[in-house]
């Protein structure tokens, strides 16, 4: 399996040097992280791919996964993962920009979203953060793939932090936007200012049956509300949102969602077979892989200070902002910065 990344990474090279020779940002040393802003390129306007051409299945852990693939089979491989309430569509136009530079880009719907579906109608639907990193490392075992750029944000930020951390010798490089965002239930126990607790607000809705029944009922409402919230300045269209809001349809989307957000509280058991990994989580591990993280200047959902978490990168490390009016979703905000992340980083 190595031999076959070394030689797709060679490979693309040399179809990577145009696109890299855009990125404003270059990697630090670990002696010390550089910061940075950038405009999103120019040369892929957002919004303008709206499908990918097919959506593969493939039974991975305890999942029957749906994910989209584009590029070389032989070609190394990148991992694309979306956050809630978004899908894989977050990552319409950065997939070919990847896809032409020569990678192997994978971008799987997460648990409770699109055609992915739970093998056994007796498991938990376990929204916890450790359950839906295994769920990477299960798909990875199953597409026979060693190792991996991993890249997302929100949810999968969370979730690509995580895996980086724990699982090192399976990631080759990570993006993440809003940087490191690995959580514990214990210091979650801590209470925040008010204005910090007040952009959490449907964190606590969704801890009462009230809040379970309206997000069942009014789905593509809430997650409406929270894309425009979160990304103040995008204005998307009709079209994009329900392209997205489509795999929200997923029969397990509600149960995940809630046991997600009341399992972060403390107010819902996860499962003991993750509790080995929840615990080394609660250290707060240092991500020692290659790293570089986004944030938009327009992000309205919550998120860490960059300087808060610049530490927990001991690796070669960047942060950039993304300017331009760009919010919480930002590889569809801003694809070829995206992507120009993901390409850079994948050269260390």
Known sequence: MSDNINLGRRRFLGAAAMTLATAQVALAGPAGAQSGSAKPGSAVKPGARTSFPAIKQINAGLLNVGYAEAGPADGPPV????????????????????????????????????????????????????????????????????????????????????????????VKALVAVSGYLIGSQQANKAPLPPKAELAWWYQYYFTTERGR????????????????????????????????AASLDNPDQVAITIHNYRWRLGLAEGEAKYD??????TAFPVIQVPSITLEGDANGAPHPDPAAYAKKFSGRYAHRLITGGIGHNLPQEAPQAFAEAVIEVAGY
């Open 79 to 170: 991992i694309l993962l979306h956050g809630w309430p978004y899908d894989i569509h977050a990552f319409v136009d950065v997939a070919p920009i990847l896809a032409s530079a020569g990678f192997r880009v994978i971008v799987p719907h997460l648990r409770g979203y699109g055609t992915t579906r739970f093998l056994s109608s007796d498991t938990l639907r376990n929204g916890q953060q450790g359950a839906l990193a295994v769920d990477v490392i299960d798909l990875m075992d199953a597409l026979r793939i060693e190792k991996a750029v991993i890249a997302g944000f929100d949810w999968g930020a969370r979730t690509a932090d995580i895996v980086a951390a724990i699982w090192p010798q399976r």
């Open 213 to 244: 029944a309206g997000y069942e009922k009014y789905t593509r409402d809430f997650a409406r509300l929270i894309w425009q919230l979160a990304s103040p300045k995008w204005n998307f269209d009709d079209a994009t949102f329900e392209r997205s």
């Open 276 to 281: 080995d990994l929840e615990k080394r989580l």
